[in-house]
């Protein structure tokens, strides 16, 4: 079974900070990964996702993250997060299948809760 | 233009008094899925849809079922819900037939409170 962790649980910055989330997931074959973000009072919505290629995605609102194989890890990034970035981020994995059809379900960390000040 | 709708967005109900929380999509998603978010843990899964073909996870108590009577709806009922079930249950749908092209969406979410 996979298992996902994400080193902080809450973190607090200044609007125009650098942000980076740590995540390390454990699993015995390949993945896909998945940043999910929480806004306050909304649903879980997807930031970005890494499936295959390229190393470094994009997401929306100018996250990224890197996949480092070695490292088993997959933190997001922003270079200068604004007041709105306030929310929850979670990690997540799930078995990476290379055809046909499938249901694996999402195991997420623990979540990071983020506060921008203004 | 929601795409998983969870109802209610808050549930309180009495300790052992059966209660069901609902999910609609109109996404036409094969996969269904319901995870229970718990203050401050990671959402885990209980069950899920493929189609009609229903999946428990190992460790997911008896007290918890499901029903899927057609694509757009599945329903979470607990039978006797404890104190510790109290959490937030959360629902989401999948394209399931080149699942490794697709990603989750999910429900704003049920709160669920047991007095």
């Known amino acids: 079974a996979q298992s996902v962790s994400q080193h902080n649980h809450h973190v607090i910055l200044s609007e125009a900070a650098s942000l980076e989330l740590g995540c390390n997931y454990s699993y015995g074959g390949t993945v896909n990964l998945f940043w999910y973000v929480q806004y306050p009072g909304q649903h879980l919505q997807l930031l970005l996702k890494?499936?295959?290629?390229?190393?470094l995605v994009k997401g929306i609102k100018g996250f990224e993250a890197e996949f480092i194989k070695s490292k088993f890890s997959f933190n997001l990034r922003k270079p200068s997060v604004q007041w709105s970035d306030t929310a929850e981020y979670f990690c997540a994995v799930t078995p990476r299948k290379y055809s046909g059809g499938g249901a694996d379900g999402l195991t997420f960390g623990k979540g990071t809760h983020l506060i921008i000040q203004p | 233009d929601a795409m998983v709708i969870q109802n209610p967005r808050y549930q309180v109900t009495q300790f052992g008094k059966p209660v069901t929380l609902s999910c609609s999509q109109t996404l036409n998603h094969n996969v269904m899925y319901w995870y229970q978010q718990k203050s401050s843990q990671a959402p885990k899964l209980l069950f899920h849809?493929?189609?009609?073909?229903?999946?428990n996870e190992a460790d997911t108590p008896d007290n918890f079922q499901s029903r899927r009577p057609n694509t757009s709806f599945c329903f979470l009922d607990i039978r006797s819900p404890g104190l510790g079930d109290a959490a937030m249950y959360l629902c989401?749908?999948?394209?399931?037939?080149?699942?490794?092209?697709?990603?989750?969406?999910f429900g704003q979410g049920t709160r669920l409170t047991v007095v």
């Open positions: 890494y499936f295959s290629g390229d190393p």
């Open positions: 989401a749908t999948r394209e399931g037939y080149e699942v490794y092209l697709t990603e989750a969406f």
């Open positions: 849809y493929y189609d009609k073909d229903f999946n």
